[in-house]
């Protein structure tokens, strides 16, 4: 599967963003998707993921503030960022995987699929 990333921007603190990541060569309903991001020197890291279903999963910076959501019809999966802050800036990206396990659902190096990455800039 094919993965593209888009929807990236400049937003002021408190603004809202919705990333969207579209696939094609596959279909979206089998694989488990997550969004990663990663900021200048730091590592990737994980922002949240969409099991093969719906089953969400977030991490406690997330939870309220953020919604993962796949849409099966558009082949697409999307992540809703509110409440955005400056340190929520990086460059964000989608994987995929259809073997994952649950354990490993925050684990970059276990996703097969990946596509390239979105800017998104918070300003204070």
């Known amino acids: 599967v094919q993965l593209q990333a888009s929807g990236g921007g400049v937003v002021q603190a408190g603004g809202s963003l919705r990333l969207s990541c579209a696939a094609s060569g596959g279909t979206i309903s089998s694989y488990t998707v997550a969004w990663f991001r990663q900021a200048p020197g730091n590592e990737r890291e994980f922002v949240a993921a969409?099991?093969?279903?719906?089953?969400?999963y977030y991490t406690d910076s997330g939870k309220g503030r953020l919604t993962i959501s796949r849409d099966n019809a558009k082949n697409m999966v999307y992540l809703q960022m509110n409440s955005l802050r400056p340190e929520d800036t990086a460059v964000y990206y989608c994987?995929?995987?259809?073997?994952?396990?649950?354990?490993?659902?925050?684990?970059?190096?276990?996703?097969?699929?990946w596509g390239q990455g979105t800017q998104v800039t918070v300003s204070s």
């Open positions: 994987a995929a995987d259809r073997g994952l396990i649950w354990s490993s659902i925050s684990v970059a190096r276990d996703y097969d699929y």
């Open positions: 969409i099991w093969r279903g719906s089953r969400t």
